[in-house]
């Protein structure tokens, strides 16, 4: 059984920054893709950012240059560094993981960007 367990959100303010990270109960290079979504309240669930298994980086149009995916294998770990951060941005983080077969989703970190 998959499990995808993120951490790292919190209560920031405008222009602020914050790691999200998303650890993996097995080893990430078995999945075809990893990636972050958020969802803000009523509205759809977004596209935020993916990594493939081959390094390839995919960004939302809206958030290239202030949002950056990496990876680390040896730790089973992706992360989103989120910079210069707006009050837009606040959402609920979900990462997800891609086999061939399935997606495997976490339970989503908050993060509210506020004053």
């Known amino acids: 059984q998959v499990q995808l367990v993120e951490s790292g959100g919190g209560l920031v303010q405008p222009g602020g920054s914050l790691r999200l990270s998303c650890v993996a109960s097995?080893?990430?290079?078995?999945?075809?893709?990893m990636g972050w979504y958020r969802q803000a309240p009523g509205k759809e669930r977004e596209l935020v950012a993916t990594?493939?298994?081959?390094?390839?980086?995919t960004y939302a149009d809206s958030l290239k240059g202030r949002f950056t995916i990496s990876r680390d294998i040896a730790k089973n770990t992706v992360y989103l560094q989120m910079n210069s951060l707006k009050p837009e941005d606040t959402a609920v983080y979900y990462c997800?993981?891609?086999?061939?077969?399935?997606?495997?989703w976490g339970r989503g970190t908050q993060v509210t960007v506020s004053s």
């Open positions: 097995i080893r990430i290079f078995s999945f075809k893709a």
């Open positions: 990594i493939t298994s081959g390094v390839t980086t």
């Open positions: 997800v993981a891609t086999t061939p077969n399935n997606d495997y």
